[in-house]
């Protein structure tokens, strides 16, 4: 029997698919009774289990063929499982796959109207809704048109809108949001705000590590149908960008833990690459170091002066045009700012074996008082993306202090005018 804080639970969860290399080998199949085999089995999820609180919000996050899709369509009720139990406490809403639930003959309206009934609203109820929905969606007239017309931004403003509308318990999306424009998108991000404060549970399936570091608060890490990691959001995206980089015939993943003194210095001596790196191990960097505007190391910066962040890379293979690159996160592990050589027009060319590279970023502190993490990497870029050799993920800390506080995250260094004059009413005609 479930806790009452327990909003979704898994237990033990399993869904194989049967694949089929003809379409007649399903006659055959049955007429068989199973005696004989026209089928090959395909493990699209094993031995999952997890319980989702309440008014958490939960990042799922994997590479694609993970079983990210598959799980959430067993949580909807959607698909069935093969084994195991899934137990949803509360009403569920979600955004699944472009198109799923719409009907495309369908005007928008009668979709929207469609949706209600399927979770038990009557069409009273919708009205009263309609007009929020269509204010949220935005698309004006569209909404009385067929939705097999829409665009596919056309598509999730609408269906946003309305999954948001029926008031759920609980909130499903997926991938969803990556169609929609950045402004739509930074509205659907206050909107999920404002269901978190209202007690929301939230799982939220992207690739967009920032929105799992900055609106999760817990993660799953799936890879080839299992739960690979079930920790903090910050965590799980750390074990994912290791995964990304990872053969794909290795799934091994671990978080470093970093000490307090490794934190807290200025100079660091990284350990090798099996001691907490992503990569191929091509690269190594020797020395990771932080420097004051005056040159003199120092983890502890202030605001608007210069300062110097230095490191020393040994090659330990040849690699074509490598690049270099910083970030500074905040301490959910979403990244604020950064510069690769890449970026800066900068070709490193063919670099030989055995050979090492020192390289300074210099640039003003921009970032207001608090504590920040830095992380580099070193990688290469072919046809398939870029590859990490050596990823040194909030290897350091950084304090930055200030004479006076700001708002926010960065100091935009503004420039104010003013005026100061008597007020002059209108004179009336």
Known sequence: MPCDDIAISVSNLNKTYRL????????????????????QEFTALQGISFDIKKGETVGIIGRNGSGKSTLLQLLCGILKPTSGTVQVNGRVSALLE????????????????????????????????????AAFADIGEFIDQPVRIYSSGM??????????????????????LSVGDMAFQAKCLRKISALQSN????????????????HCNRGLLMDRGRLNLDSSAKECVFAY?????????????????????????????????NGGSIGTGQAQFLEISIHADDGTPAAILSRNLEFEIRARVRFLDALHSPLVFFTI?????????????FAKGIDLGNVKKDTVLDITFSQLMLLNAGEYFLSLGCQ???????????????????????????????????LISWTIEEFAPAARE
């Open 20 to 39: 089929f290399g003809h379409p007649g080998d399903r006659i055959k199949q049955a007429l068989t009774f199973g005696l004989k085999r026209y089928h």
């Open 98 to 133: 472009l198109g799923a639930g719409f009907n495309p003959e369908f005007t928008g309206r009668e979709n929207v109207y469609f949706q209600g009934a399927v979770l038990g609203f009557t069409e009273a109820q919708m009205d009263e809704r309609l007009d929020d929905i």
């Open 155 to 176: 598509f999730v403003r609408l269906a946003f809108a309305t999954a948001i509308a029926v008031e759920p318990d609980i909130l499903i999306i997926d991938e969803a």
């Open 199 to 214: 007690g929301v549970t939230i799982l939220l399936v992207t690739h967009n590590t920032d929105q799992v570091t900055s």
């Open 241 to 273: 960008k290791q995964l990304l980089t990872s053969p794909k015939t290795n799934s091994t993943i671990s978080v470093p833990n970093v000490s307090a003194l490794q934190l807290h210095q200025a100079i660091y001596t990284p350990p090798p690459h």
């Open 329 to 341: 996160n905040d301490t959910k592990g979403m990244v604020l700012c950064g510069m690769s050589s």
């Open 380 to 414: 290469t870029l072919d046809a398939e993306g870029y590859l990490s050799h050596d990823l040194r993920w909030e290897c350091m800390t950084l304090q930055v202090i200030a004479d006076s506080p700001r708002p926010g995250v960065f100091d935009p260094q503004s």
